[in-house]
């Protein structure tokens, strides 16, 4: 989904908010936090946060989301592995579940064919995967300024959802908390609307085990679908990364 990096990290699961630290907003280029650095993961991830390095004109993939690619295909980020010093992916076919679907389990390096697109899997993350196109007009693709920044639902709004364009990059950011303030979610059923179409919603909050569940979407696509998030976790939106503070 859109590429301005913000992780968001939980302090402190509430009953009635999930209150989200931005820790940086911008492109992978231009100083924005890849993640990583500092990260506290959660308990039951032995970690490391990342692994591999982000390029500029990659493909942000987060967790439990889809993301549509150049040339009509698309890819989630269906499952994650760590053991402390390495970490894999699981990533399946398609930017929505389907059964049948194919998956690959990847590791940075790993080359994978969507669609007859090539892409080869630079970093991985507990909250994302960056997936790089090897063909120049994929990339350029990737990087295409939309028609326009204003959103129209649906598919309408692929260029605004799935983009690493400069330009939508800042102008995703902007819907976001200034670097250090804070993203309330309230637990009751609330739509946090960001521009340039990103939904945002509380799919639950856990008390007793302090976690909470986000989940996201953009241009009708379930682009995030965090689960079991707990106190500074990071987790990322329309490519600004947050740690979750309660």
């Known amino acids: 989904m859109f590429r301005p990096v913000s992780s968001y990290g939980i302090t402190g699961a509430g009953a009635v908010l999930a209150m989200l630290v931005v820790t940086g ?4 280029s231009d100083g924005g936090d890849e993640g990583g650095g500092g990260t506290t993961p959660a308990a039951r991830d032995k970690g490391p946060a990342c692994v591999g390095t982000a390029t500029a004109d990659g493909a942000h993939v ?7 690619l150049p040339g009509g295909g698309g890819v989630q980020y269906a499952g994650a592995d760590a053991d402390g010093t390495t970490r894999t992916a699981t990533l399946r076919d398609g930017a929505t579940y389907a059964p049948g679907q194919r ?10 064919t969507v669609a007859g697109h090539g892409y080869t899997v630079r ?3 507990s909250y994302r995967v960056v997936l790089e196109p090897k063909a120049a007009k994929d990339r ?6 939309p028609k326009s920044l204003e959103p129209q639902q649906g598919a309408a709004d692929d260029g605004l959802c799935f983009t690493n364009n400069r330009t939508v990059v800042a102008a995703a950011a902007k819907g976001f908390p200034a670097k250090g ?3 309330p979610l309230p637990d009751n059923g609330g739509v946090q609307r960001i521009p340039r179409g990103l939904s945002i919603t509380v799919s ?7 976690t909470v569940g986000i989940n996201a979407n953009c241009a009708a696509i379930p682009v995030v679908g965090y689960k079991d998030v707990r106190v500074g976790e990071t987790v990322e939106f329309a490519g600004c990364c947050s ?3 309660n």
Request: charged residues 20%; positive net charge; glycine residues 12%.
């Open 25 to 28: 907003c911008g492109s992978s």
């Open 140 to 145: 350029t693709a990737l990087a295409a300024a």
């Open 204 to 210: 639950y909050i856990d008390t007793a085990a302090k």
């Open 103 to 112: 998956q690959w389990k990847v590791e940075p390096g790993t080359a994978v």
């Open 243 to 245: 740690r979750c503070r």
């Open 123 to 125: 970093q991985i993350c």
């Open 62 to 68: 987060l967790r439990g989301g889809g993301f549509k």
């Open 181 to 183: 303030d804070t993203l």
